[in-house]
């Protein structure tokens, strides 16, 4: 089956359309694009190696897909349960989770990264 051009570009622009979503309600999602471009920074003053930036430019994408994935979960749970609701509440505390056990590893993958180039 091949996708037309015309729905291609369609997909993409909801695609689009989510991340702005995200990116107009979710002040961490801000956090770790500024996080990212301060990495980013660092990696061309560090003189980082492609493989250096390769695992790196994989982390933050990892951590802000997470981030993104949060979103649609934290979405789904209101919509599903717009009240208060304990079980609901745990569902977006685990998610929420998900987002800061990559946050911790991509720090952990930073300072693997990076320390040696400082010291």
């Not at 291609?8 to 702005?20: E, P, T, Y």
């Not at 995200?22 to 980013?40: K, P, T, Y």
């Amino acid at each position: 089956m091949i996708l037309s051009t015309g729905k291609l570009v369609k997909s993409f622009g909801f695609a689009f359309k989510g991340i702005r979503i995200v990116g107009r309600s979710q002040q961490n999602f801000w956090i770790h694009v500024i996080i990212a471009g301060l990495v980013v920074v660092s990696g061309f003053y560090a003189k980082l190696t492609h493989t250096e930036w390769c695992i790196l430019v994989l982390t933050m994408v990892v951590v802000l897909a997470m981030e993104v994935i949060n979103t649609a979960i934290e979405k789904l749970v209101d919509f599903v349960s717009p009240g208060f609701n304990e079980q609901a509440g745990m569902i977006k505390d685990i998610s929420a989770a998900a987002v800061l056990v990559t946050a911790i590893g991509a720090i952990i993958i930073g300072l693997i990264i990076f320390l040696p180039k400082i010291v």
